[in-house]
């Protein structure tokens, strides 16, 4: 973030340089009164009058057309950020997301948008503090009663400023805490919609989501009631400023040490000294918002620090290999895979059995490298899954998961993975899983919307079309958890047939499943066990000992130190 800032710099120190000028046209106005009331109004010369309205028309134009371009260059600043910064955030919130799955961690990507808009105008506030000084310069010059009188005035502002600081911005933060909560419930409420008005629940959850929501509001409340007292108080400090300038100016001209057009000139001098401040106070609150999104952006990117490049290496054939791994899902303290250890070759099909909460589906995010394993390595075709470049590694991997997620867009975008798409490869990759002649019933075929989520589908559909996108390109690698998981008949007949024209192209494949017709497509059998692998090898050996009395009653045990779950499954066998 701050590098990003670092590379806007160019458009903010333009800025600067055009508010200097700005500032100083500013003057303009003020000297044209005092030209009015002490030449023109003492000599009646209408030429001077005219002269002078031209060159003060002109001198307007030219401040106008600087402040447009100041402002011009302020948004372009604050794209320039956007585009330093989305991107890198956009992976630091996917990382998040791996590590302790939750919706709050896209509020990072609102907070980027909160930033880049206060960069793009709200900064435009600020640009004119730094020149009140010059105000004071100009008014003390007017008149030293006048330079100090702005001078209290602005110490004043800045003490209300002050306060406004201290006395708001815990609030708000609390307030944008408590929001950002009953955003994120409403999120995951929204996301099982269908269940609320069947089971009773709408009332409780949005009595729970009122709760957070009032928490916010409450906070918000009392932080803008605040704002609004000491913006009230900045009001009347310049109104009373202006005042005092008129009162002060009229006695001073009285006593014949001030003219009648400074009198005018000062008022409006010293209420620019003022303006920029009081209108920092008004914009105080949007102040702080962009700097509480700064922070907790930077506090995620601190958080999930970006992975280190990795070099390109040769494609890979397929290769699995384990080396006692042992795994924590996020956010939890014990273990759910243990010890795991195994090797399998390019092109074998292993199939993944084993009961309820056994570590399968963890296992399965293991080998694709959606979960890092917390010792031990996982590795294909021999190198560490974590030195691949995940860009060269994702297309050469499919990966069927058990909760099946499908994105907006088309179905053809679907299934070939919304990157450069290949439309011979995207009918391949839908023949093989089957779904082909499904798509075409549909009313536009593969260019039919699938809606948020794949919310115009059928669950079959959803599967069928997440397994096409697993096998688009024929992946070396190929990982299915619980595939036939809302298939009909034919469904499952065409995921059979799918599995078999993988093993045949020498693809590797890892099914993970409980349907025995799919376990004979397997070569090789691997038992789970409370996260412990009780058993692994030749798929007929493996299911032969699950039928053995003695091994159906004797729950599996974690392999002795120095000794891999593999090896002891091969001396049981």
């Not at 970006?306 to 924590?328: C, S, T, Y």
Request: with cysteine.
């Amino acid at each position: 973030m701050t590098a990003a800032l670092r590379s806007a710099r160019r458009g903010f120190t333009a800025v600067i340089v055009f508010s200097f000028f700005i500032n100083v046209l500013g003057l303009a106005g003020p000297i044209y009164m005092m030209q009015i009331y002490d030449r023109v109004l003492g000599s009646r010369n209408l030429s001077t009058l005219a002269v002078l309205t031209l060159l003060i028309a002109f001198l307007y134009a030219v401040s106008a057309i600087l402040e447009w371009l100041r402002a011009s260059l302020l948004v372009r600043a604050g794209l320039g950020f956007d585009r330093e910064v989305a991107g890198p955030v956009f992976n630091a919130v996917h990382r998040a997301c791996l590590r302790r799955p939750s919706s709050a961690h896209t509020q990072a990507l609102r907070d980027v948008d909160t930033v880049r808009d206060y960069l793009s105008s709200g900064l435009i506030v600020l640009c004119d503090l730094p020149w009140v000084p010059i105000y004071i310069l100009v008014a003390t010059a007017l008149s030293p009663w006048y330079g100090a009188i702005a001078v209290v005035s602005c110490l004043l502002s800045g003490a209300l400023a002050f306060v406004n600081d201290r006395w708001t911005r815990g609030l708000f933060d609390e307030a944008t805490r408590a929001g950002m909560s009953a955003a994120n419930q409403a999120i995951t409420t929204f996301r099982n919609a269908e269940v609320l008005r069947p089971m009773g629940m709408l009332g409780n959850l949005r009595a729970q989501w009122g709760q957070r929501r009032d928490t916010a509001l409450a906070s918000q409340a009392t932080a803008m009631d605040r704002r609004g007292l000491l913006l009230a108080a900045s009001h009347y400090n310049r109104l009373l400023t202006q005042s005092l300038i008129l009162g002060l100016g009229a006695y001073l001209a009285i006593q014949r040490e001030i003219s009648p057009g400074v009198i005018i000139a000062g008022s409006i001098i010293v209420g620019r000294c003022t303006q920029p401040i009081e209108m920092a106070i008004g914009n105080w609150k949007a102040l702080l918002g962009a700097r509480s999104a700064f922070r907790r952006v930077q506090d995620m990117l601190r958080a999930v620090p970006d992975e280190a490049p990795a070099i390109r290496l040769p494609d890979p054939k397929g290769a699995l290999q384990m080396e006692n791994v042992f795994a924590h899902a996020p956010g939890t303290d014990v273990p759910v895979l243990r010890g795991i250890s195994f090797a399998l070759p390019a092109g074998k099909v292993l199939g993944i059995i084993g009961p309820s909460a056994a570590g399968k589906s963890s296992l399965a995010r293991l080998i694709v490298g959606a979960w890092q394993p917390t010792a031990g390595t996982v590795r294909l075709d021999g190198s560490d899954l974590r030195h691949w470049d995940p860009d060269q590694l994702g297309p050469r991997l499919g990966y069927l998961p058990q909760d099946v997620e499908l994105f907006h867009g088309s179905i053809a975008d679907n299934i070939g993975r919304f990157g450069v798409r290949d439309d011979a490869k995207v009918v391949k990759a839908a023949q093989i899983a089957g779904t082909h002649e499904l798509i075409q019933r549909l009313p536009r075929g593969y260019a039919t919307d699938i809606g948020e989520a794949g919310a115009s589908l059928s669950g079959g559909q959803r599967q069928r079309i997440a397994l096409a996108r697993a096998l688009y390109d024929l992946p070396a690698l190929v990982v299915l958890d619980e595939p036939n998981a809302g298939l009909d008949a034919a469904g499952e007949q065409a995921l059979i047939r799918a599995v078999q024209e993988l093993a045949r192209a020498g693809r590797t494949v890892v099914l993970i499943t409980h349907v025995a017709s799919m376990l004979g497509l397997c070569d090789v059998v691997l038992v789970l066990n409370e996260g412990v692998m009780s058993g692994f090898g030749p798929r007929d050996e493996v299911l032969a000992k699950l039928r053995a009395p003695r091994l159906v009653a004797t729950p599996a045990t974690a392999p002795p130190a120095g000794r891999s779950a593999g090896s002891a499954a091969a001396g049981e066998g």
